[in-house]
């Protein structure tokens, strides 16, 4: 079997090349070459012994789609994206980039010939959902995307549920939970600070709290997210019937359980390096932001939520140690 | 006011560009110049005296919508689209006219400079919806296409919506209700019967109706859909906030409602040149339709319905007779 990861050095591509490399098999079956495609260097994961390509390509350049598409993987995860802020910052980038490679990817499938019907992977978010919402939010949200990022996702996911309905491929779009702990840097995007406040104080840093301590939002360990690309990799196609995009589920917690998560497992030495500081543009951002969601769907069809904030922590603490 | 109809040698371009024609006038304001632009030739509407020109092109070809953003139109009604049956049969045609001729000209408007900021009309459709539909559908039902058409229609509204909220243009997508009476000759789409059975037993020719009587459905006469396009380029566009789209009201009637209309219009005579002979394809087709919406934001915007089935037929035997 043969996986293709577009955006492969991102962070969830490099933790599911990871998964895969130390797996050797999806759904049972020997994962043979993996191409991990990305505009930046790509690393090879450890312990892999089948095929592997590392192509530094930019999927939104004329003739790339139609490239990767002739090594004609069987199943193809489509990570790559501008992220939000960049989305909106540069409107003709993400244009370039979120909707019109992610359909330069799905043409190039559509027009490969010999029966060619791979199994697509195409990461959406939740920001195709837009304020007001209710709470929990269920499976059947209208779609009402307040960024052109978010814009472009849904979009995404409308060409991807016709591909799939036409059979071009076998399609399956997850809106994955905000990923907490996010590894790295503290940055500027307007939900970095859930886990700028727990990854900080675990290394002993300061960190900053914009908004009040009773905000909720939804969850999923970088672990955990990895583990959901793959268990849509693997799943039964006709399961899924017309609907090809779902909501995955995630960990709902407030700022203020975190900040407990993070006293059970750091202790109050942690804690105390957290400074609130008010700031009302965030604030406004995250108001509209979602809360919770009824994910029914998803947990029928198998995926699972980390078991709860404490456990995001250790695995953060876990993945950090070993790199 | 410079109005542009981009369709405005369609069912529904001819209409909205003779009511211009007649009214004079849009929202209180003089309309001083029509622009109709189609792949057919328009006609100029009858006693416009202001600046007319009949533009036979293809806004999918490049640099069209360009030269068309050129001629700055205050307000520009969006009525062109491969319908869905040939989009269903064509998937490049279809792409190429419903999402890239509509992208291409939202583009032009975004690219055009000088502050330009025109009204932006799109008809979208009914069948960005996809079973299973509630009944009635409310303003918030997500949007599931299950035909090309469909997704198009669907990707066009959220580009619509992303658009205006980033203030490239005053957009407004409105999903019409199925058109009955549609004129001209019977045709093989599968909602062609709905017309069909009235339009021909009122020229005293028999007509086949493959579905149950029972069968419900959503309906404007042309004339409203006119009135519709026309309100829609008048509204404010602050009343519409972020979500751009919705959903028009319409008469919702069963079969045998139509068919005690056409009794009451016409007579036993009329109603006995119908012949009901079932086709399970196009009674599968119809089954997954919409039956009837609760359009409570698009009231409130001051759209209104036909008053009845009896007027829509009515409003069709003055239609032809002024032909």
């Known amino acids: ?14 933790r599911v090349a990871a998964k895969l490399a130390k797996d050797g098999e999806l759904g049972g079956k020997p994962v043979t070459a993996l191409t991990l495609v990305d505009v930046f260097e790509s690393a090879a994961p ?19 789609a139609e490239e990767l598409v002739a090594l004609r993987p069987d199943v193809v995860l489509h990570l790559a994206a501008i992220v939000s802020s960049e989305a ?28 060619y019907c791979p199994r697509v992977v195409f990461t959406s978010s939740l920001a195709v959902f837009g ?3 209710p709470d929990p ?3 059947d949200q209208i779609l009402t995307p307040l960024t052109s990022y978010g814009t472009q996702k849904a979009i995404g996911e409308l060409l991807l549920a016709d591909y799939s309905r036409r059979g071009f491929f076998d399609g399956i779009g997850i809106r994955l939970p905000t990923i907490c702990i996010r590894p790295g840097r503290p940055n500027r995007a307007a939900s970095g600070f859930f886990s700028n406040i727990l990854r900080e104080p675990l290394k002993g840093e300061p960190a900053v709290l914009p908004v009040d301590r009773s905000i909720r939002h939804w969850f999923a360990s970088p672990e955990a997210a990895a583990g ?9 196609g006709a399961a899924l019937g017309d609907r090809r995009n779902l909501t995955l589920p ?3 917690v407030s700022v203020a359980e975190q900040i407990e998560a993070l006293r059970r497992v750091a202790g109050d030495q942690a804690v105390a390096l957290i400074r609130d500081e008010p700031d009302p543009a965030i604030a406004r951002i995250i108001e509209s932001w979602p809360r919770s969601f009824d994910t029914k ?27």
Do not use: W
């Open 1 to 14: 079997m043969h996986i293709m990861i577009i955006g492969g050095a991102g962070m969830l591509g490099r």
């Open 46 to 64: 450890e312990g892999f012994t089948g095929t592997l390509r590392l192509e530094r390509r930019d999927l939104s350049q004329p003739g790339v």
């Open 88 to 115: 909106e910052a540069d409107f003709e980038k993400g244009y370039a980039i979120n909707l019109d490679g992610t359909r330069a990817l799905f043409e190039a499938i559509r027009l490969a010939g010999d029966d």
């Open 131 to 133: 304020a007001p919402l």
């Open 137 to 139: 939010i269920g499976d």
């Open 228 to 236: 959901f690309i793959l268990h849509a990799a693997a799943l039964d």
């Open 250 to 252: 995630g960990v709902c």
């Open 297 to 323: 769907r998803a947990n029928e069809l198998g995926f699972k939520a980390d078991a709860s904030m404490d456990q995001i922590i250790r695995l953060h603490l876990q993945s950090e140690a070993a790199e």
